[in-house]
Structures are given as structure tokens and as C-alpha cells.
């Protein structure tokens, strides 16, 4: 975890608004579910389909080197938050000791001040939860190739905000909460914005952006960058 002093636009001032989270939480759960186009849902399938079956022999070797370096198994399973606060089972290759958490609870108690949520970030490059495996699974950005059969399966999008664990929610404030009001993605603004060198607060703003200027365009946009930053390397780990 970081603790530093970078200022955000949410500190004091949201920046993007004064209205209180209660209505904004209400509003949300109120929203009837997200209604994705047929066309669009048909192109979801089809490119998660075509990922997962080109990538296959990847992710079987992945699955090997996982195993091989580190006890656990390969894939990591969990709980996420994604539009309209409902729940799903978020899968991913695994890329932290299976015993993490017994390693170094501190890191999951997730709780924090007003003064250390400014410069918490999510990510952090010197992780010590992350297995020599995982470092460059992580470098290579191929340890979320399942993320696609969370789209397969319609939890996710190809593009959105990225789910969030239900621990961090209580630090959802104000319009913050906007996020999930759209679904979440495999990739999003905030990935091609800084990715893992964002704080809670910076990816927190990219998402409510998303959230209101999202097209068709900027999707396109989205993805095409992502691929160029998983290309030359730039902002994961």
C-alpha cells in the first residue's frame, strides 16, 4: 500500500460534484439491469470466444508455471462488484502466494483514514504477495486472459471500469459511485491512464468519466491503446 501525500480531486472537493452518496447509492440499486444491445452482446461473445481459444495453449502453459513455481492453484477465483452493485465470481490467473493472506493480513484489513486514502494505491510494484511467476505474468498483462470468460459469461464487458472487491465500496463517495452504473470492464479508461500507477482517487475519476462520456468511438479508442501499452510494456506490474 502507498500512503502518500498525492493530492486528488476527490480530497475535500469531489470535483465532479457535491451531491451526498446516499441518493446516489439509491438511485443505483434502483437502476433496472443494464439492457446491452443484441448486436453488441453478439460481438462480446465472439471476440471473448475467439481470445480464449487462440490463447489457450498460453494459458495451459501458464497454468504449468504457476502450479510448478508456487503451492496453490493456478487460477484465482473472487468475489467482485460490478454494475449496479451485483455480485460475481471474478477470475484471473493467480499471481499472489496462496497463503497471502495469512503472509500479511495488514494488506486485507482495508481500512484506512482520510488522510491515507488519497495516495493509496491498489497496485503496488513492490508487492510482496506477488510470486516471482506473478511478477511476470503481470509485466506481460497475461495473467486477465481469463477475464474473458467473465465475459462470456456476461459479467463483465470488454470495456468499462474494472470491478472492484466489495471491501473497498465503503470508500465509494459521493459520485464516485457513478462507476457502477455501467458495466465493468476488462479494460478501461483508467488502464490506458496509468493503469496500476493510479491511486484509489485518480482511477476512481477516470471511471466516472467513462461513466459519462462513454461511445461506441471511445471503446475502440480504449482497446486499441491498451493493446499499444501491452505492446510496449508501459504501466503494469
Request: proline share 7%; glycine share 8%; charged share 20%.
Amino acid at each position: 500500500m502507498s500512503a502518500g501525500a498525492k493530492q486528488s480531486p476527490y480530497v475535500g472537493d469531489p470535483g465532479i460534484g457535491s451531491v451526498r452518496s446516499e441518493p446516489v447509492l439509491a438511485a443505483i440499486a434502483s437502476t433496472r439491469p443494464i439492457s446491452v444491445p443484441i448486436w453488441l452482446r453478439c460481438v462480446e461473445i465472439a471476440v471473448s470466444l475467439f481470445v480464449l481459444v487462440v490463447t489457450s495453449p498460453i494459458m495451459l502453459l501458464e497454468a504449468l508455471i504457476i502450479r510448478m513455481g508456487t503451492p496453490g492453484p493456478a487460477l484465482f477465483v473472487q468475489t467482485r462488484v460490478g454494475a449496479n452493485f451485483k455480485h460475481f465470481r471474478f477470475v484471473k490467473f493467480r499471481t499472489f502466494y496462496h497463503d497471502a493472506k495469512d503472509r500479511f493480513p495488514e494488506l486485507y484489513a482495508y481500512k484506512f483514514t482520510d488522510e491515507e486514502m488519497p495516495g493509496y494505491t491498489i497496485k503496488g510494484e513492490n508487492d510482496p504477495r506477488i510470486t516471482p511467476q506473478g511478477k511476470w505474468l503481470r509485466r506481460l498483462s497475461i495473467d486477465e486472459l481469463p477475464n474473458f470468460w467473465n465475459v462470456l459469461m456476461g459479467d463483465m464487458a470488454l470495456v468499462g471500469p474494472r470491478p472492484e472487491i466489495p471491501e473497498l465500496i465503503p470508500y465509494y463517495k459521493n459520485e464516485m459511485l457513478e462507476k457502477f452504473m455501467v458495466r465493468q470492464g476488462v479494460t478501461g479508461l483508467a488502464q490506458i491512464s496509468g493503469r496500476g500507477r493510479l491511486t484509489f482517487y485518480e482511477t476512481a475519476k477516470y471511471d466516472v468519466q467513462y461513466a459519462r462520456t462513454r461511445s461506441h468511438f471511445l471503446d475502440l479508442k480504449i482497446l486499441l491503446t491498451t493493446a499499444w501499452l501491452i505492446l510496449i510494456d508501459r504501466g503494469a506490474f
